[in-house]
Nanobody, 126 residues
Framework: QVQLVESGGGLAQAGGSLRLSCAAS????????MGWFRQAPGKERDFVGA????????YYADSVKGRFFIFSENAKNTVYLQMNSLKPEDTAVYYC???????????????????WGQGTQVTVSS
């Protein structure tokens, strides 16, 4: 199983940017569909975006489309979440996750992912 470690969270002002990193170890992340989720206090874990291995396509939640971008560096076995034009409602703990490349349309569902990082806090002030 792949192990994941997120980093890069912190405090940002509204309109600012942050870049989160998700470093994979144990196995190459190129075997997996890689997803990003977030969880605000008292709320469920919500889908943010995912790169689906089977389709080779990246999908985003409507709430972040056009502001957040997923990219990767294969040589570093790392996936990134670039977050621009941040809003206070983006405040949450962000998690990266790895799942089977065959999950198909299940990429928006947290239960479809097998491996999770520990999460990193993102706080956006107004």
């Amino acid at each position: 199983q792949v192990q994941l470690v997120e980093s890069g969270g912190g405090l940002a002002q509204a309109g600012g940017s942050l870049r989160l990193s998700c470093a994979a170890s144990g196995r190459s992340f190129i075997r997996y569909t890689m997803g990003w989720f977030r969880q605000a206090p008292g709320k469920e874990r919500d889908f943010v975006g995912a790169f689906t291995r089977s389709a080779g396509t990246t999908y985003y939640a409507d709430s972040v489309k056009g502001r957040f971008f997923i990219f990767s560096e294969n040589a570093k076995n790392t996936v990134y979440l670039q977050m621009n034009s941040l809003k206070p409602e983006d405040t949450a703990v962000y998690y990266c996750a790895a799942g089977a490349p065959t999950m198909g349309w299940g990429y928006r569902r947290a239960e479809k992912y097998d491996s999770w990082g520990q999460g990193t806090q993102v706080t956006v002030s107004s």
